[in-house]
């Protein structure tokens, strides 16, 4: 259960119990059960948890959302949503793929550093969930991921789907791995870990953006080789 270290006030927004707005009840619950959801995780948060937090009862968070899923996929869906809004509109400022690239990863940190709760529903050591909501989630990754696609196939047109595939799985799976030790090392600033990222991120999208000089992804295999045998 969600322990309150004070009572639950009973205005919304401005809004008095019992005259609140739907869709400002709607945003207040979803505030709340992201709280609830990142301290506690899926399998650990009821509807319960839920309403004494919002200090509403089960069925307006029923009325609402349906469940428990529908309640965490709209988690979900509205951290992802800002999640790729972010991410898009920094990397798309520039034509340069060093510049694309080093927004984007700065854009995701700063994600991590200030919606902290919003990561940790999307990203948290409590995120395990089955069913119908498992799936999902799974689509809304997926969803993450040809965003950044998108934009890598941006930086280099040339290079065939499957490559540009690949590396938008890499760059996805190396930020979600570095943001969740930075969560654990907290020291550490954000353009530190940004920088990380970007030092081991870029000297491949690098080797992605030359190999469209020859219009084949061999080529970077081939560069890879090189590189082993020298």
Known sequence: MVEMSSPVSRQVAGHRHGRVPRAVREQQLLEVAEHVFAKQGYQGTSIEDIARAAGVTR???????????????????????????????????????????????????????????????????????????????????????????????RAAPDVDAEAIEAFAHALSGSGELL?????????????????????????GLDRLVAGTAENAPE?????????AAS
């Open 59 to 153: 069925p307006i968070v029923y009325d609402h959302f349906g469940s428990k899923d529908g309640v965490y996929l709209a988690c979900v869906r509205r951290a992802r949503s800002e999640l790729e809004r972010s991410v898009a509109d920094a990397a798309s400022a520039s034509d340069d793929p060093a510049q694309q690239l080093w927004a984007g990863i700065s854009a995701y940190f700063e994600f991590v550093e200030r919606h902290g709760r919003a990561w940790d529903v999307l990203f948290g050591q409590g995120t395990a969930v089955a069913g119908p909501a498992a799936k999902e989630v799974f689509r809304q990754r997926s969803a993450t991921v040809r965003v950044i696609a998108d934009l890598l196939a």
């Open 179 to 203: 943001a969740k030790w930075w969560r654990v090392n907290p020291h550490l600033t954000r353009d530190q870990v940004a920088g990380y990222h970007m030092a081991f991120a870029w000297h």
């Open 219 to 227: 080529s970077l295999n081939g560069a890879a080789s090189a590189d």
